[in-house]
């Protein structure tokens, strides 16, 4: 795919990867919509800011009539609540799922549309590596990252035929605002929209991004002994 030709959207585009996104996007010469739920928060040179609040349907509906020209979709916008799956709230735990995986399908059911009208395109789900392991501290947020995995693995199925290329990004640890308080080595998210942007050009179905990951995913085909050391 031509990046210098594509019309981007990027959510959560306000900071952190999803401003480093817009940022790489823009330096490669796509035309690109940033949304955030607060646009005024959008500030990057080159981009349009654009308002949607992915946990709401009206606001998603909205953006999708007012913005007809979209080639690549990045769902990126996401929370971090820091719930756990059995003394956590309640609405904590809904946020999660209501963001990363009902968000990231409502984005993908407005928008695929558009994308197909323009000829085809891409879509890039932002996971984590906490998609495939998961602890307590994170299990609500891990839960709906792993939603949001499973989802991206089917609709790439169904849109392959309609032209449209899903991938899914997986990264552990960045330095951004939602890891301030991780004191374990993280990626640089520039480094992070680079590898993305590059995926997306060519067409690759999943991008790993650091060494955590990959750990990760060679420890998947060992099962819960492999992953969760602890329980033997």
């Not at 010469?29 to 990057?44: E, K």
């Not at 680079?194 to 955590?212: F, K």
């Amino acid at each position: 795919m031509d990046i210098s030709t594509a019309t981007a959207l990027v959510t959560g585009a306000n900071r952190g990867l999803g401003r480093a996104l817009a940022q790489e996007l823009v330096a490669r010469g796509a035309t690109v919509y940033g949304a955030a739920r607060r646009p005024d928060q959008i500030d990057l040179p080159g981009v349009k800011a654009i308002r949607i609040d992915v946990t709401d349907p009206a606001s998603v509906a909205a953006a999708a009539e007012d913005v007809r020209d979209i080639t690549v979709l990045i769902n990126n916008a996401g929370s971090s609540t820091g719930a756990d799956l059995l003394s956590g709230s309640w609405d904590d735990v809904r946020l999660e799922m209501e963001t990363h995986y009902l968000g990231t399908l409502g984005m993908i059911r407005a928008f695929a549309p558009v994308i197909e009208s323009q000829g085809g395109g891409a879509i890039l789900n932002i996971l984590s590596v906490l998609s495939w392991v998961t602890f307590p501290a994170v299990g609500a947020y891990s839960a709906a990252k792993s939603a949001q995995w499973s989802l991206t693995n089917e609709v790439r199925q169904q849109l392959a035929p309609r032209g449209i290329t899903v991938t899914g990004l997986h990264v552990g640890y960045m330095d951004t605002d939602m890891a301030r308080h991780v004191t374990e080595p993280k990626t640089d998210p520039a480094d992070v929209a680079r590898a993305a942007v590059d995926g997306i050009a060519a067409g690759a179905p999943e991008i790993v991004v650091d060494d955590l990951s990959r750990r990760v995913q060679a420890g998947l085909s060992g099962g819960v002994a492999a992953l969760y050391p602890q329980l033997g």
